[in-house]
């Protein structure tokens, strides 16, 4: 059952429910325009931090359930995150229905029907933190088709633009986007209900017991890799068959080398000071330490710039001459679900295969959007397309890659308090990029443009005192809209590189410790 509890991701019942009365109420408020304002912003507070609850409880569950397997894990549930509004997009395509409290009633039900119909589904499975020789199978399927959806959405997206397609030609669309989203269910199905015990595939897709042989005990201890406390409290038979004298000889030598252990534990529990990497962390205890840190201001930097292109993307194409600039959002969008399956994978080989820190991976996708965000300033010919894709691909990846290094580097146990904290660093990043930088340059140069003869010497008064007088109609046009703002949002990414270069430096000896093994 543990497959099936990958793919159906959410859980925690009462929180749960109390998200989808939440979420009633939100449309209740939707419906009725007399709801008071201070109510329906306290509905909606509490309506999208039930997003975050069923992405803890997703992750958690997920990542404990397969903890062999982190990258690819989180990298599919974060996949399939960033293509939720792309599906309930098309899922509303298809009830063509203008009407905005329908929109909200089809958000507030039908995904909490969803999540309550699977939430007892979900839930760590002890024992099964393993390795399976079907594993790998299962996850290039899932893989396979995380491709083949991305690629049908965006399909889908150009042709429902471009075209005017009748409602029975968008219920085929629908029909089949649905048989994709259910395909993945194929694989528990296979493990836990079809499969024939005497049949040779049980030897390829479950693990062989453990057989009482002497001879091969530590090679199926690591070929099965299973988690399970095999001490045993027994008596040897020969300390019975000694004489008085010798026994108690033999219990006096005992006695002395455990004090003696004993007491150079004492020593080295008075020199260490809370866990070491790779061991279980509480929050406060990673507060402390400066890999948490170089991951959190990397994570800033780099999804912070990221998520402030995605939020003015309309603005930046449109200043750049473009007139459809929906084909943008959509295409970042399908490029950011690409970026998180194919972070979580290629992070995964890193580790895998050359026993390296996973922070590496994340370097090279912040250098992708350093690139990507040197395109949009320089503003070329079709440079938009090409600075979509890396940011795209760059800003997915991140959130495929943090949870996974900050699982393996500060452990399971507190994970869920571990990753949301780390998430704080997006919209703090969102905040200085986007509410600070790029709205107040693109204020100043459409006011420019508005006014030529404006000194260019004014634009610290302008910043500091004149900047929320700025009409609300005014449109800034070209390149140098957004020319600063990049350069400095790619320069903020060549830090955020180096940053998990260091990390990547101080987590060497963790990684050869924690995978180092598997390659032998």
Not at 23 to 35: D, E, P, Q, R, V
Request: net charge neutral.
């Amino acid at each position: 059952m543990t497959a099936l509890t990958f793919y159906c991701s959410y859980s925690v019942p009462w929180v749960l429910c109390c998200c989808t009365i939440c979420f009633i109420l939100c449309y209740l408020a939707g419906f009725n325009n007399s709801f008071p304002v201070v109510q329906m912003w306290v509905l909606i507070f509490v309506g999208t931090n039930g997003e975050t609850y069923f992405n803890t409880a997703a992750l958690v569950s997920c990542v404990q359930n397969f903890p062999k397997s982190r990258g690819p894990v989180v990298g599919i549930l974060k996949g399939f995150a960033g293509l939720s509004g792309a599906i309930l997009t098309q899922v509303y395509a298809l009830i063509h229905s203008p009407d905005h409290a329908a929109m909200l009633f089809m958000v507030a039900v039908g995904p909490s029907m969803v999540v309550i119909s699977l939430m007892f589904i979900v839930r760590p499975v002890g024992g099964h933190r393993q390795v399976r020789p079907s594993d790998s199978y299962s996850f290039t399927f899932i893989y396979s088709v995380c491709l083949l959806l991305a690629a049908y959405l965006m399909g889908i997206m150009l042709v429902e633009d471009l075209v005017d397609l009748s409602h029975t030609v968008i219920v085929v669309l629908t029909v089949i986007l649905f048989v994709l989203l259910l395909a993945p269910i194929l694989i528990p199905f296979l493990l836990t209900f079809y499969l024939d015990p005497s049949s040779p595939m049980e030897e390829l897709l479950l693990p062989e017991p453990q057989k009482k042989d002497p001879g091969k005990s530590g090679q199926s201890s690591e070929t099965n890799e299973i988690i399970f406390s095999e001490v045993e409290d027994e008596k040897p038979h020969e300390v019975d068959l000694l004489p008085a004298l010798e026994r108690k000889k033999r219990i006096a030598h005992l006695q002395a080398k455990l004090f003696q252990a004993a007491a150079e534990g004492a020593v080295r529990v008075k020199r260490r000071r809370g866990p070491h990497r790779g061991e279980n962390f509480t929050l406060m205890q990673a507060l402390i330490k400066a890999d948490f840190w170089l991951i959190f201001v990397s994570l800033l930097l780099g999804s912070g710039s990221g998520l402030t292109v995605i939020d003015n993307l309309g603005q930046m194409s449109e200043s750049l001459g473009y007139d459809e600039t929906h084909i943008f959002v959509s295409m970042i969008s399908i490029w950011n679900f690409l970026g998180r399956v194919g972070g979580g994978y290629f992070s995964e080989i890193v580790v895998r295969d050359y026993a390296y820190p996973r922070p590496i991976a994340l370097a090279i996708a912040q250098v992708a959007m350093a690139l990507g965000h040197f395109f949009l300033a320089l503003a070329w010919p079709g440079a938009m397309y090409v600075a979509t894709l890396l940011i795209g691909l760059g800003y997915g990846a991140h959130w495929a890659i943090v949870p996974a290094a900050a699982s393996e580097l500060f452990g399971l146990k507190n994970f869920g308090a571990l990753y949301n904290f780390l998430t704080v660093a997006n919209p703090a990043g969102s905040l200085v990029f986007s509410g600070l930088i790029a709205s107040s340059i693109y204020d100043y140069e459409a006011e420019k443009q508005a006014h030529e003869h404006r000194n260019p010497a004014s634009f610290l008064r302008w910043f500091f005192n004149g900047s929320r007088h700025v009409e609300q109609s005014l449109k800034c046009e070209g390149a140098v809209c957004f020319f600063l703002t990049s350069m400095i949002m790619s320069g903020f990414c060549i830090v955020a590189a180096i940053l998990c270069m260091i990390l990547v430096y101080r987590t060497k000896i963790v990684y050869a410790n924690l995978y180092g093994k598997s390659q032998r």
